[in-house]
């Protein structure tokens, strides 16, 4: 593999966007100050060695102790014999666990598979196979799923943690509840399995030996299912995922300029570890900065977040749509205190217009809109941080990115027409593990990474995202994006949440379905019908309301439209 971070961009005169920078970004990011992810997390433990680095269920882990925590079990993998590069599962939530493996990993010389503890074990068979995974770290929650699938996969070894590991003698307590009380651990039996506290306690007698990583060396395999087939891994190189940090950063500083730069910052991690946007934005991004990272193992459990929230101080929330809107909708929102909030970002899916304007209006901090993929380490694009209002834009390209709008010839299109996003930058994958065709498929001959997603660019260099090519509904040969019909659902007073999805049509080819979760129990389909009559032309009115009491998501909280096709 190559180092990406040396693609060349386009010239400087063909991106309008760097007119719309504010005047303390710079175009392109700087040289790489280090070789890889586990060299930058040594240094930001030497540097911030007793602040705290992550919480959870009130239990603070310093950067000196996670520094010797991942050591540790860099040191007890190095001895079960794994060659440079092997891949290591880590299937947990949201405990300080994850951080710790993760990092102990990476230090290791081997590469991470990130795995979503809720899988069924197919998905978790095809993915551990696809990866040719040796290694997993499972929680015990889950360990009945890597049981079922175990003889099928190439893993040799499976290490199980419970939640209480890391919490002190708390921890005994959180097991017992776990296990007891809310029976939340099904029965396994993995025999030769190895406890996490086994194997940190093997590391400690241990030295964890210098890998030899190099910026190009694969650090996360980050499965997606990409914009069309089966689940694949993204291949994230040390070097996208450094660079990513930067352009980032260099984002970041506008933020600070005005607004002066904490001491101390605490960034709220809702978002599961194991998706992209939480392991770049909070993880990698709370490493580097010195930050305090608030972990969040259950984000669905609303009042008990919201609790937890006012005991701290936020400053950066990262989070999706769908968790803003719920956080608004229960009563203990209105006992936080947000006014230290400095950054709010949105992405993962579309966010709202009536949602972002009600956070504003609740917190006084705007939610910037951002946008990336598993592919892009993720972060493509984002809003200037000091927009005050929403405008229903992804924003600008980062540093060192070129984004352009393409047809599917691959042409270039003008301002203003919609085409498929195409993104080149350092922080694009190297490409999906083991699969060349479907690399092909997603990559151009001059580096650009085609996203599967219709958007358009104004004469500022703005993007604005108007659907997935799959999800788009085709209405008598006009195109109607699920987005919009979505929005317009939302800002009924009536409607929770809405989702649009193109249904068989014998007159029309398709035409539009909506689901609705009422906020209203007297809401009616004649209303919903009405208010999107007031709002949407003929043709991308909905022809059929369905009243569901919710909607499915995945673990993060995107709506799956594809689950409501079936």
Request: contains cysteine; glycine residues 10%.
């Amino acid at each position: 593999m190559t180092d990406l971070s040396t693609r060349p961009s386009g010239k400087a005169e063909e991106k309008l966007w760097l007119s719309s920078y504010p005047a303390s970004v710079p175009a392109e990011i700087p040289a790489f100050e280090y070789n890889s992810l586990g060299e930058l997390f040594e240094a930001s433990c030497a540097k911030y060695g007793d602040r705290l680095a992550f919480s959870s269920m009130g239990r603070g882990m310093s950067f000196g102790e996670i520094e010797a925590h991942s050591r540790a079990i860099g040191a007890w993998l190095q001895a079960q014999g794994l060659a440079k590069g092997d891949r290591v599962a880590v299937m947990l939530p949201n405990i300080l666990q994850n951080p710790v493996i993760v990092y102990g990993i990476l230090r290791a010389g081997y590469t991470v598979v990130n795995v979503n503890p809720l899988y069924t074990p197919r998905e978790l068979q095809h993915q551990l196979n696809d990866a040719g995974a040796k290694i997993i770290f499972v929680l015990e929650n889950f360990a009945h799923t890597v049981q079922q699938v175990l003889p099928q996969t190439s893993v040799t070894k499976v290490v199980v943690a419970t939640m209480g590991d890391m919490l002190g003698p708390k921890g005994l307590i959180v097991n017992l509840v776990v296990r007891r009380v809310k029976k939340l651990v099904p029965a396994w039996s993995i025999p030769g399995h190895t406890s996490f506290k086994q194997a940190l306690k093997g590391g400690r007698g241990l030295s964890l030996k210098p890998a030899s990583v190099k910026r190009d060396d694969v650090a996360f395999l980050q499965y997606t299912g990409g914009t069309t087939g089966v689940s694949k891994g993204a291949t994230l190189t040390h070097a996208n995922l450094l660079a990513n940090k930067m352009q980032i950063s260099l984002w970041l500083e506008d933020v600070f300029i005005r607004k002066g730069r904490p001491e101390t910052m605490t960034f709220v991690c809702a978002l599961p570890l194991y998706h992209i946007f939480a392991l770049t934005v909070n993880s990698l991004m709370g490493i580097a900065t010195g930050s305090h990272n608030l972990l969040i193992a259950n984000p669905r459990d609303i009042p008990a977040f919201l609790k937890e929230l006012q005991q701290h101080k936020a400053h950066v929330f990262p989070g999706l749509n769908t968790l803003f809107n719920a956080m608004m909708n229960n009563p203990e929102f209105a006992k936080v205190d947000f006014s230290s909030l400095l950054l709010v970002l949105g992405g993962g899916m579309a966010v709202q217009r009536p949602v972002a304007e009600r956070w504003r209006e609740m917190t006084g901090c705007p939610i910037a809109e951002g946008y990336g993929l598993s592919e892009t380490s993720p972060v493509a694009t984002v809003n200037r941080l000091d927009s005050t209002e929403f405008s229903g834009m992804i924003g600008l390209p980062l540093p060192s990115t070129d984004v352009e709008i393409r047809d599917e010839d691959g042409k270039t299109l003008p301002i203003g027409e919609v085409g498929e996003i195409c993104i080149r930058g350092p922080q694009v994958m190297a490409g999906y593990w083991g699969r060349p065709e479907d690399t092909a498929n997603v990559m151009t001959a001059d580096g650009f990474f085609r996203s599967g997603d219709m958007g358009l660019m104004d004469e500022r260099g703005y993007i604005k995202i108007v659907d997935r090519k799959k999800d788009m509904i085709l209405v008598s040969g006009f195109n109607v994006y699920p987005n919009e019909i979505e929005e317009v659902a939302a800002m009924h007073p009536g409607i929770l949440e809405a989702a649009a999805i193109g249904v068989p049509d014998p007159h029309s080819g398709e035409a539009v379905k909506l689901f609705v979760v009422r906020k209203d129990p007297a809401l009616t389909e004649e209303q919903v019908k009405a208010h999107c009559a007031q709002n949407l032309t003929n043709y991308k009115r909905p022809r059929f309301v369905e009243f569901r009491t919710e909607l499915p998501k995945t673990n993060v909280g995107k709506i799956l439209r594809k689950d409501l096709r079936g």
